[in-house]
C-alpha cells in the first residue's frame, strides 16, 4: 500500500493546480454520508433500515492568513461573500493525485450516468465559513469551511 507524506499536499484553484491556496497547511475531508431511516415495527427483534439520500460532506482547510494571495485566498473569500459555488477547488494528495468537485469518474463519486446525480460536472463546493485568528504570539491564520455539492472524485 502505498503512503503519501502530508508536506506533498496542496490545495489549488483549477484542476490543473494553476493557483495555488497561498499559506495553507492542512485539510480534512469528511467524506460521503447515507441518510438511514429506522423501517422497524413491533414485534421485530433487530431493527432494519431503509437507505436515502448521500451528502457529500464537508471540507475544511486552514493555513497562514496572506491578503496579498489575490489568486488564491482572496478568491475564496468572494467566493464565499457572493455565495458562488466552486467546481475546480482541488485538494492534492500529492503532485498528480488530487479531490476535486466532479462525476466524470466513478471513484469516491457516483459516476457520470448515475442516478439523481445531474449533468457531469455539475458538483461543486461552496465556502460557508471563513475563521481569520491573530495572536500577539503567533502568526496569522486563516480557516475555511466548505460545503460539497454533489461529491468529490478522486483523479
Known amino acids: 500500500m502505498a503512503k503519501k507524506v502530508g508536506k506533498d499536499a496542496k490545495v489549488t484553484i483549477g484542476v490543473a493546480g494553476t493557483a495555488l491556496i497561498a499559506g ?9 454520508t447515507t441518510e438511514s431511516f429506522d423501517a422497524s415495527a413491533f414485534q421485530d427483534n433487530w431493527k ?6 448521500k451528502d457529500g460532506g464537508t471540507i475544511t482547510f486552514n493555513g497562514w492568513l496572506d491578503p496579498d494571495d489575490t489568486t488564491g485566498q482572496n478568491v475564496l473569500i468572494a467566493a464565499n461573500a457572493k455565495n458562488s459555488s466552486l467546481n475546480s477547488l482541488c485538494f492534492f494528495v500529492d503532485n498528480t493525485k488530487y479531490f476535486v468537485p466532479n462525476q466524470t469518474t466513478g471513484y469516491l463519486g457516483p459516476g457520470a450516468n448515475s442516478t439523481g446525480m445531474g449533468t ?7 465556502i460557508t465559513d471563513i475563521a481569520i485568528t491573530a495572536d500577539k504570539s ?8 466548505a460545503k460539497v455539492n454533489g461529491c468529490m472524485a478522486f483523479v
Open 24 to 32: 495553507m497547511g492542512t485539510w480534512n475531508m469528511s467524506g460521503i
Open 48 to 53: 432494519t433500515y431503509l437507505y436515502g439520500m
Open 138 to 145: 503567533g502568526v496569522e491564520t486563516i480557516s475555511f469551511t
Open 120 to 126: 457531469p460536472g455539475l458538483s461543486s463546493v461552496n
